[in-house]
Protein backbone atom coordinates (compact mmCIF):
# COMPACT_ATOMS: atom_id res chain seq x y z
CA UNK A 1 0.00 0.00 0.00
CA UNK A 2 1.22 3.37 -0.73
CA UNK A 3 1.67 6.02 1.74
CA UNK A 4 -0.71 7.75 -0.36
CA UNK A 5 -3.19 5.34 0.23
CA UNK A 6 -2.13 5.30 4.17
CA UNK A 7 -3.04 8.59 4.28
CA UNK A 8 -6.36 7.94 3.03
CA UNK A 9 -7.42 5.20 4.71
CA UNK A 10 -6.45 7.68 7.93
CA UNK A 11 -8.24 10.54 6.58
CA UNK A 12 -11.67 8.61 5.93
CA UNK A 13 -11.28 6.70 9.25
CA UNK A 14 -10.59 9.80 10.92
CA UNK A 15 -13.83 11.78 8.89
CA UNK A 16 -16.04 8.53 10.33
CA UNK A 17 -14.54 8.96 13.93
CA UNK A 18 -17.14 10.63 16.20
CA UNK A 19 -15.18 13.32 18.60
CA UNK A 20 -15.90 13.07 22.16
CA UNK A 21 -13.98 12.03 25.23
CA UNK A 22 -13.88 7.61 24.71
CA UNK A 23 -12.58 8.26 21.22
CA UNK A 24 -10.22 10.99 21.85
CA UNK A 25 -7.16 8.25 22.65
CA UNK A 26 -8.03 6.58 19.54
CA UNK A 27 -8.19 9.81 17.33
CA UNK A 28 -4.51 11.08 18.89
CA UNK A 29 -3.14 8.09 17.31
CA UNK A 30 -4.77 8.26 14.06
CA UNK A 31 -3.39 11.84 13.81
CA UNK A 32 -0.15 10.82 15.00
CA UNK A 33 0.18 8.47 12.32
CA UNK A 34 -1.38 10.79 9.83
CA UNK A 35 1.31 13.41 10.67
CA UNK A 36 4.29 10.91 10.36
CA UNK A 37 3.04 10.09 6.75
CA UNK A 38 2.69 13.36 5.28
CA UNK A 39 5.98 14.35 6.44
CA UNK A 40 7.14 11.60 4.71
CA UNK A 41 5.45 12.39 1.17
CA UNK A 42 7.12 16.47 2.08
CA UNK A 43 9.76 16.40 4.90
CA UNK A 44 10.47 19.69 6.55
CA UNK A 45 13.57 21.85 6.11
CA UNK A 46 14.27 22.00 9.36
CA UNK A 47 12.71 20.94 13.07
CA UNK A 48 11.27 23.18 14.62
CA UNK A 49 7.74 23.76 17.14
CA UNK A 50 6.34 26.41 15.15
CA UNK A 51 4.19 24.21 12.52
CA UNK A 52 1.54 24.49 9.73
CA UNK A 53 -1.00 27.57 9.56
CA UNK A 54 1.09 29.19 11.88
CA UNK A 55 4.39 30.28 9.71
CA UNK A 56 2.13 32.43 8.08
CA UNK A 57 3.25 35.63 9.52
CA UNK A 58 0.93 38.05 11.21
CA UNK A 59 0.92 40.29 8.77
CA UNK A 60 -1.50 43.16 11.13
CA UNK A 61 -0.68 42.72 14.23
CA UNK A 62 1.72 41.02 16.78
CA UNK A 63 0.01 38.45 18.43
CA UNK A 64 -3.46 36.70 17.35
CA UNK A 65 -6.74 36.23 19.63
CA UNK A 66 -9.48 33.79 18.47
CA UNK A 67 -13.17 33.94 19.61
CA UNK A 68 -14.11 29.98 19.47
CA UNK A 69 -17.93 29.24 19.94
CA UNK A 70 -20.76 27.41 18.39
CA UNK A 71 -23.36 29.28 16.52
CA UNK A 72 -25.66 31.44 18.66
CA UNK A 73 -23.58 31.92 21.35
CA UNK A 74 -22.84 35.90 20.40
CA UNK A 75 -19.50 35.20 18.89
CA UNK A 76 -19.71 37.80 16.54
CA UNK A 77 -21.60 40.24 18.81
CA UNK A 78 -18.65 39.89 20.86
CA UNK A 79 -16.04 40.40 18.11
CA UNK A 80 -18.00 43.64 16.25
CA UNK A 81 -17.40 45.00 20.66
CA UNK A 82 -14.37 44.76 21.43
CA UNK A 83 -12.29 45.32 18.25
CA UNK A 84 -11.27 49.09 17.56
CA UNK A 85 -10.98 48.58 13.79
CA UNK A 86 -10.52 46.32 10.79
CA UNK A 87 -7.47 45.22 9.52
CA UNK A 88 -6.71 46.90 5.71
CA UNK A 89 -6.19 43.08 4.59
CA UNK A 90 -7.90 40.08 4.93
CA UNK A 91 -6.58 36.27 5.67
CA UNK A 92 -7.81 33.36 3.44
CA UNK A 93 -8.18 29.60 4.58
CA UNK A 94 -9.54 26.85 2.72
CA UNK A 95 -11.52 29.02 0.37
CA UNK A 96 -12.68 31.24 3.35
CA UNK A 97 -12.00 34.70 3.62
CA UNK A 98 -12.11 36.85 6.99
CA UNK A 99 -11.07 40.15 8.02
CA UNK A 100 -9.48 40.27 11.61
CA UNK A 101 -10.15 43.07 13.80
CA UNK A 102 -7.81 45.30 15.66
CA UNK A 103 -7.09 45.34 19.25
CA UNK A 104 -4.02 48.53 20.27
CA UNK A 105 -2.40 49.13 23.67
CA UNK A 106 0.79 51.43 24.13
CA UNK A 107 1.82 50.73 20.33
CA UNK A 108 1.34 47.08 20.70
CA UNK A 109 -1.63 45.06 18.32
CA UNK A 110 -3.69 42.41 18.76
CA UNK A 111 -5.60 40.50 15.98
CA UNK A 112 -8.89 39.21 16.56
CA UNK A 113 -10.51 36.82 14.74
CA UNK A 114 -14.09 35.77 14.36
CA UNK A 115 -13.17 31.73 13.84
CA UNK A 116 -16.24 30.12 11.98
CA UNK A 117 -18.52 28.31 14.40
CA UNK A 118 -17.87 24.63 15.33
CA UNK A 119 -20.35 22.34 16.02
CA UNK A 120 -20.99 18.46 16.73
CA UNK A 121 -20.81 17.58 13.03
CA UNK A 122 -24.42 16.73 12.83
CA UNK A 123 -24.62 18.10 9.87
CA UNK A 124 -22.67 15.95 7.88
CA UNK A 125 -19.85 16.63 5.46
CA UNK A 126 -20.97 20.34 5.26
CA UNK A 127 -20.84 20.80 8.80
CA UNK A 128 -17.59 18.84 9.41
CA UNK A 129 -15.56 21.06 6.04
CA UNK A 130 -17.06 24.39 8.45
CA UNK A 131 -15.78 22.56 11.33
CA UNK A 132 -12.31 22.46 10.14
CA UNK A 133 -11.84 25.95 8.10
CA UNK A 134 -12.58 26.91 12.07
CA UNK A 135 -10.19 24.50 13.98
CA UNK A 136 -7.19 25.25 11.35
CA UNK A 137 -7.72 28.98 12.16
CA UNK A 138 -7.69 27.91 15.47
CA UNK A 139 -4.21 26.59 15.66
CA UNK A 140 -2.76 29.93 14.65
CA UNK A 141 -3.89 31.45 17.76
CA UNK A 142 -1.99 32.70 20.41
CA UNK A 143 -4.85 32.70 22.82
CA UNK A 144 -8.51 31.55 22.22
CA UNK A 145 -11.48 32.64 23.90
CA UNK A 146 -13.48 29.84 24.50
CA UNK A 147 -16.96 31.83 24.54
CA UNK A 148 -20.45 29.56 25.66
CA UNK A 149 -23.55 30.35 26.01
CA UNK A 150 -24.31 31.28 30.05
CA UNK A 151 -27.50 28.97 29.90
CA UNK A 152 -25.65 26.25 28.53
CA UNK A 153 -22.49 25.99 29.68
CA UNK A 154 -20.87 22.82 30.67
CA UNK A 155 -22.56 21.25 27.38
CA UNK A 156 -21.44 23.55 25.18
CA UNK A 157 -17.99 23.78 27.16
CA UNK A 158 -16.86 19.75 26.44
CA UNK A 159 -18.31 19.96 22.57
CA UNK A 160 -15.79 22.57 22.12
CA UNK A 161 -12.61 21.57 24.13
CA UNK A 162 -13.41 17.87 22.65
CA UNK A 163 -13.05 18.83 18.73
CA UNK A 164 -10.29 21.08 19.92
CA UNK A 165 -8.07 18.19 20.94
CA UNK A 166 -9.13 15.94 18.62
CA UNK A 167 -7.08 18.64 15.93
CA UNK A 168 -3.78 18.52 18.39
CA UNK A 169 -4.98 21.88 20.13
CA UNK A 170 -4.06 21.24 24.16
CA UNK A 171 -5.24 23.74 26.32
CA UNK A 172 -3.86 25.54 29.09
CA UNK A 173 -1.17 22.93 29.09
CA UNK A 174 2.34 23.58 28.75
CA UNK A 175 4.75 21.44 26.25
CA UNK A 176 5.84 18.22 27.96
CA UNK A 177 9.94 18.20 29.04
CA UNK A 178 10.51 15.36 26.03
CA UNK A 179 13.75 14.87 24.15
CA UNK A 180 13.10 12.06 21.23
CA UNK A 181 16.80 11.27 19.60
CA UNK A 182 16.55 8.68 16.71
CA UNK A 183 19.70 6.07 16.73
CA UNK A 184 20.38 3.83 14.22
CA UNK A 185 20.87 0.73 16.50
CA UNK A 186 19.87 -0.47 19.84
CA UNK A 187 16.24 -0.47 20.50
CA UNK A 188 14.42 2.13 22.46
CA UNK A 189 15.57 3.45 25.57
CA UNK A 190 13.11 5.29 27.81
CA UNK A 191 15.58 6.87 30.41
CA UNK A 192 13.80 9.02 33.03
CA UNK A 193 14.83 11.26 35.92
CA UNK A 194 11.56 10.59 37.97
CA UNK A 195 8.73 7.64 38.84
CA UNK A 196 6.45 7.10 35.88
CA UNK A 197 3.30 6.04 37.94
CA UNK A 198 1.34 6.29 34.22
CA UNK A 199 3.45 5.11 31.45
CA UNK A 200 5.90 1.38 31.53
CA UNK A 201 8.74 1.51 29.56
CA UNK A 202 7.25 -1.43 27.74
CA UNK A 203 4.48 0.73 26.89
CA UNK A 204 7.01 3.25 25.72
CA UNK A 205 8.33 0.84 23.53
CA UNK A 206 5.39 -0.63 22.21
CA UNK A 207 4.15 2.90 21.21
CA UNK A 208 7.42 4.07 19.45
CA UNK A 209 8.17 0.91 17.80
CA UNK A 210 4.53 -0.49 16.67
CA UNK A 211 2.43 2.58 16.33
CA UNK A 212 5.67 5.25 15.06
CA UNK A 213 7.69 2.97 13.20
CA UNK A 214 10.57 3.85 15.22
CA UNK A 215 13.02 0.75 16.06
CA UNK A 216 16.05 3.09 17.62
CA UNK A 217 16.25 5.99 19.84
CA UNK A 218 16.83 7.43 23.05
CA UNK A 219 13.57 9.04 24.89
CA UNK A 220 14.21 11.32 28.19
CA UNK A 221 12.29 13.52 30.56
CA UNK A 222 12.85 15.16 33.24
CA UNK A 223 9.47 15.11 34.63
CA UNK A 224 6.01 13.18 35.01
CA UNK A 225 4.42 12.61 31.93
CA UNK A 226 1.47 10.01 29.98
CA UNK A 227 1.00 8.23 27.24
CA UNK A 228 -0.85 10.91 25.38
CA UNK A 229 2.38 13.51 26.10
CA UNK A 230 4.19 10.69 24.43
CA UNK A 231 2.28 10.66 21.67
CA UNK A 232 1.89 14.77 21.01
CA UNK A 233 5.98 14.97 21.22
CA UNK A 234 6.09 11.84 18.41
CA UNK A 235 3.27 13.43 16.02
CA UNK A 236 4.88 17.37 16.44
CA UNK A 237 1.92 18.76 15.29
CA UNK A 238 0.59 19.65 18.20
CA UNK A 239 -0.08 23.52 19.32
CA UNK A 240 -0.03 24.13 23.31
CA UNK A 241 -2.80 27.17 23.39
CA UNK A 242 -4.04 29.49 26.07
CA UNK A 243 -7.74 29.45 26.44
CA UNK A 244 -10.22 32.04 28.34
CA UNK A 245 -13.43 30.64 29.29
CA UNK A 246 -15.92 33.24 28.92
CA UNK A 247 -20.04 32.80 29.37
CA UNK A 248 -22.14 35.20 27.60
CA UNK A 249 -25.52 36.37 28.02
CA UNK A 250 -25.07 36.35 31.59
CA UNK A 251 -27.02 39.12 32.07
CA UNK A 252 -30.37 36.70 32.29
CA UNK A 253 -28.75 34.79 35.38
CA UNK A 254 -28.71 35.88 38.77
CA UNK A 255 -25.86 36.98 40.87
CA UNK A 256 -25.72 33.53 43.08
CA UNK A 257 -25.29 31.69 40.08
CA UNK A 258 -22.49 34.35 38.42
CA UNK A 259 -20.51 33.89 41.78
CA UNK A 260 -20.71 30.19 41.71
CA UNK A 261 -19.57 30.31 37.88
CA UNK A 262 -16.88 32.53 38.80
CA UNK A 263 -15.31 31.24 41.67
CA UNK A 264 -16.03 27.51 41.06
CA UNK A 265 -15.69 27.13 37.66
CA UNK A 266 -13.44 29.73 36.44
CA UNK A 267 -15.38 31.49 33.78
CA UNK A 268 -15.90 34.71 33.48
CA UNK A 269 -19.28 35.90 33.10
CA UNK A 270 -20.23 38.94 30.45
CA UNK A 271 -22.68 40.29 28.61
CA UNK A 272 -21.62 41.51 24.51
CA UNK A 273 -25.65 42.83 24.35
CA UNK A 274 -25.23 45.34 27.56
CA UNK A 275 -21.48 45.42 27.70
CA UNK A 276 -21.32 43.60 31.31
CA UNK A 277 -17.20 43.06 32.36
CA UNK A 278 -16.30 43.74 28.73
CA UNK A 279 -13.38 45.78 30.43
CA UNK A 280 -12.54 42.80 32.50
CA UNK A 281 -12.03 40.79 29.56
CA UNK A 282 -10.08 43.24 27.47
CA UNK A 283 -7.74 43.32 30.89
CA UNK A 284 -7.55 40.02 30.99
CA UNK A 285 -6.84 39.19 27.34
CA UNK A 286 -3.44 41.80 27.05
CA UNK A 287 -2.36 40.33 30.93
CA UNK A 288 -2.58 36.40 29.19
CA UNK A 289 -1.06 37.69 26.01
CA UNK A 290 1.73 39.31 27.81
CA UNK A 291 3.44 41.57 24.78
CA UNK A 292 7.05 43.01 25.09
CA UNK A 293 9.73 44.62 23.40
CA UNK A 294 12.98 42.81 22.21
CA UNK A 295 16.00 44.24 20.16
CA UNK A 296 17.59 42.75 17.31
CA UNK A 297 21.46 43.41 16.62
CA UNK A 298 22.31 42.79 12.97
CA UNK A 299 25.37 41.06 12.00
CA UNK A 300 27.79 44.21 12.23
CA UNK A 301 26.87 44.69 15.72
CA UNK A 302 24.29 47.79 15.70
CA UNK A 303 21.53 47.38 17.53
CA UNK A 304 17.49 48.06 15.95
CA UNK A 305 16.07 50.31 18.10
CA UNK A 306 13.98 51.69 16.07
CA UNK A 307 12.27 48.68 14.76
CA UNK A 308 11.88 45.92 17.94
CA UNK A 309 10.44 42.46 17.68
CA UNK A 310 7.01 42.70 19.45
CA UNK A 311 7.14 38.69 21.09
CA UNK A 312 4.26 37.62 24.02
CA UNK A 313 5.56 35.79 27.09
CA UNK A 314 3.44 32.98 25.77
CA UNK A 315 6.03 32.52 22.63
CA UNK A 316 8.97 34.13 23.75
CA UNK A 317 11.71 31.87 22.58
CA UNK A 318 14.69 32.67 20.47
CA UNK A 319 12.86 30.79 18.20
CA UNK A 320 9.79 32.92 17.77
CA UNK A 321 12.50 35.74 17.85
CA UNK A 322 13.54 34.29 14.66
CA UNK A 323 9.95 33.31 13.17
CA UNK A 324 9.33 36.90 13.53
CA UNK A 325 12.40 39.00 12.60
CA UNK A 326 13.54 36.88 9.34
CA UNK A 327 12.11 32.77 8.80
CA UNK A 328 15.02 31.67 6.98
CA UNK A 329 17.46 31.96 10.35
CA UNK A 330 15.43 28.98 11.48
CA UNK A 331 17.36 26.96 8.24
CA UNK A 332 21.08 27.33 9.75
CA UNK A 333 20.09 28.48 13.15
CA UNK A 334 23.87 27.95 14.94
CA UNK A 335 22.95 29.79 18.56
CA UNK A 336 22.02 33.22 19.27
CA UNK A 337 24.25 35.59 21.80
CA UNK A 338 21.43 37.61 24.31
CA UNK A 339 21.69 40.60 26.55
CA UNK A 340 19.30 41.82 28.74
CA UNK A 341 17.01 40.35 32.06
CA UNK A 342 16.79 36.76 30.65
CA UNK A 343 20.49 35.62 31.02
CA UNK A 344 22.57 35.21 33.73
CA UNK A 345 25.31 37.41 32.11
CA UNK A 346 25.91 39.59 28.62
CA UNK A 347 25.77 38.31 26.55
CA UNK A 348 25.19 34.92 26.35
CA UNK A 349 25.09 32.41 24.32
CA UNK A 350 21.68 30.03 24.03
CA UNK A 351 19.96 28.00 21.98
CA UNK A 352 16.70 28.52 20.23
CA UNK A 353 14.36 26.86 23.62
CA UNK A 354 15.53 30.15 25.24
CA UNK A 355 13.23 32.31 26.68
CA UNK A 356 13.60 36.22 26.39
CA UNK A 357 12.60 38.49 28.38
CA UNK A 358 11.23 42.14 28.12
CA UNK A 359 14.04 45.10 26.53
CA UNK A 360 16.17 41.99 25.79
CA UNK A 361 19.27 42.19 22.59
CA UNK A 362 19.18 39.29 20.38
CA UNK A 363 21.67 38.48 17.70
CA UNK A 364 21.79 35.49 15.71
CA UNK A 365 24.33 33.10 14.40
CA UNK A 366 24.07 30.86 11.96
CA UNK A 367 26.45 27.96 10.22
Not at 268 to 289: Q, R
Given at each position: ???????????????????????????????????????????????????????????????????????????????????????????????????????????????????????????????????????????????????????KEEELKDLLVNQL???????????????????????????????????????????????????????????????????????????????????????????????????????????????????????????????????????????????????????????????????????????????????????????????????????????
Amino acid sequence: MSIQQKINDIELELSRTQVNKATMHHICLLRGKLVKYQKMLAPTKFESCITGEELKSFEYGDSRVGIVGMSGVGKTTLFELIKEEDADGKYESNGYKYIPGIIENDGKKLELIDIPAINDNSNGNKGKNRNKIGLDIAKTCDLLIILCDGTKEEELKDLLVNQLEAVGIRINKKRPSISIEKKERGGIKFISSCEQPDLTTDRVIELVQKEFLIESAEIKTNERITEQDLIDTLTGDVKYIQCLFVLNKCDVLDDETKETLTNEKSWLCISADDGENIDVLLEKIWEIIGLFKVYPKTKAGVIDLDHPIILSYLTSSVEYFCFKYNKSLLNDFKYALVWGNSVAHSPQQVNKDHLLQEDDTVQIFTK
